[in-house]
Nanobody, 124 residues
């Protein structure tokens, strides 16, 4: 099956930036739409951004739009989440997920494979 490993999380001050990476296994990585989700302490997991198979279509949550950018490099089997202008409310565990579908989906139930997550902490 698909294996996903996130990296790039850490501690950053408000207004700073981080770039998360999600390395995927398999030779059919390009056949999976990918998404980023986050879960803060005491909160349910929520959608952040998603990208289609080819990377020509993206969908971004309102809380992240204009600040976060999702991209992918299929040659490197990697998906990225560039996070700028970070706020304390962005603090959460960020996980990437994969679905064998073409379109970027915002719903958690559309995804079959998940990474372990990486912690992002934004201080005020």
């Amino acid at each position: 099956q698909v294996q996903l490993v996130e990296s790039g999380g850490g501690l950053v001050q408000a207004g700073g930036s981080l770039r998360l990476s999600c390395a995927a296994s398999g030779r059919t990585f390009s056949n999976y739409a990918m998404g980023w989700f986050r879960q803060a302490p005491g909160k349910e997991r929520e959608f952040v951004a998603a990208i289609s198979w080819s990377g020509d279509s993206t969908y971004t949550a309102g809380s992240a739009k204009g600040r976060f950018t999702i991209s992918r490099d299929n040659a490197k089997n990697t998906v990225y989440l560039q996070m700028n202008s970070l706020k304390p409310e962005d603090t959460a565990v960020y996980a990437c997920a994969a679905t064998p579908k073409r379109l970027p989906h915002p719903r958690i139930y559309e995804y079959d494979y998940w990474g372990q997550g990486t912690q992002v902490t934004v201080s005020s």
